[in-house]
């Protein structure tokens, strides 16, 4: 079975050729309805968030809100990059179901499998 | 002073999922060599989550990224002038039957500590969690201070 997996950030990499993005951790998780992807992106809100669906490929960009801070620089371990990710999706997905979260920095999506190839028990008739 | 982190974060550890291209190992080849221990330390470790710290004339600011939580998990304490970070992120037990895919994303305990170079007005700090960042204010005591105005004039 093909689960959700990494793809390269065509399209997007095209758009973008210079900017340098942070590839935003997820955890991916199956469950018999379908996929819930996390992912972190601290600094990103709903507003920052862009989502496109392209074939079976989801591209998920986060643009960071601006914070406005001023002075001097004592320890930076943040970077203040974008994040790109992009993924290939189970055929099995229902495309036109997905539905997005934004909540305190983390997105998650609900991928869920259509009607189709989703597990469901079948009655015996006599 | 705990600061021992210091990684790049956008560069996750090398067996995340970062594409790898022409450009990425040339990058590679010329990235410190601590780099790579940076990016693996946090395995051993647990989460370490990034912070930057900023001084300007009134205040120490401090950010720290804890994506994915709840305010309430989340303690900061100051205490002779050291500012300490800590909490829990519990995984969501919704996905505890599910199959994993892929975990990236740290659970349980961190903590972070900042020792303040300057003196700071413990009753005016200021925190502020919002997008997953954590921002702590943190006035320094000169700028707490009731200004003084000086009348006398000859």
Known sequence: MKAIVQAEPKAAAERTEHQEFVVPVVNIFETGDGYALEAEMPGVNKDGLEITLEGNEITVLGRRAAEPVNGGLLLRERSGADYLRVFELDPAIDTSKISAKMEQGMLTLILPKSERVKPRKIIVSN | ?154
């Open chain 2, 1 to 154: 002073m705990n600061l021992t982190r210091y990684q790049r974060p956008d560069l996750g550890w090398a067996g995340f999922g970062r594409p790898s291209s022409l450009r990425d190992e040339l990058d590679r080849l010329f990235e410190p060599p601590w780099a790579d221990l940076a990016r693996t330390s946090q395995l051993l470790s647990g989460w370490i989550p990034a912070l930057d710290v900023h001084e300007d004339k009134d205040n120490f600011v401090v950010q720290a990224e804890l994506p994915g939580m709840k305010r309430e998990e989340i303690d900061v304490t100051l205490h002779d002038g050291v500012l300490s970070i800590s909490g829990e992120r519990k995984a969501e037990k919704k996905y505890e039957e599910a199959e994993v895919c892929r975990t990236e994303r740290f659970f349980g305990k961190f903590q972070r500590t900042v020792t303040l170079s300057a003196p700071v007005a413990a009753d005016k700090v200021k925190a502020q969690y919002k997008d997953g960042v954590l921002i702590i204010t943190l006035p320094n005591t000169e700028a707490a201070k009731p200004k003084q105005i000086d009348e006398n004039v000859n």
